[in-house]
Nanobody
Framework: EVQLVESGGGLVQAGGSLRLSCTGSGFTFDDYTIAWFRQAPGKEREEVSC????????YYADSVKGRFTISSDNAKNTVYLQMNSLKPEDTAMYYC???????RGQGTQVTVSS
């Protein structure tokens, strides 16, 4: 069974940092691209970043470029999202997913106070 479990969310002040983790099981981690999405109430889902586990190529949304860094540890089947210089508009439920599939985790809440 494919599983993705996120952790690391929380409440932080504007300008602060958080590191999210996404640990996968039930699939060969190296074969897939893992993406981080976020969705705030009343807003559309946004793909924040993704990383190819095979060649470590990455993508960042313009809204997070320069502030967020995605990385992967294939030995641990884990993808990280380091989020720096957080802004109130980063507040959302963040979840990871295997790109181009319906497999996603339950999400972790990130709240940034002003």
């Amino acid at each position: 069974e494919v599983q993705l479990v996120e952790s690391g969310g929380g409440l932080v002040q504007a300008g602060g940092s958080l590191r999210l983790s996404c640990t996968g099981s039930g699939f060969t981690f190296d074969d897939y691209t893992i993406a981080w999405f976020r969705q705030a109430p009343g807003k559309e889902r946004e793909e924040v970043s993704c990383i190819s586990s095979s060649d470590s190529s990455t993508y960042y949304a313009d809204s997070v470029k320069g502030r967020f860094t995605i990385s992967s540890d294939n030995a641990k089947n884990t993808v990280y999202l380091q989020m720096n210089s957080l802004k109130p508009e980063d507040t959302a439920m963040y979840y990871c997913a295997i790109a181009s599939t319906s497999n996603r985790g339950q999400g972790t809440q990130v709240t940034v106070s002003s």
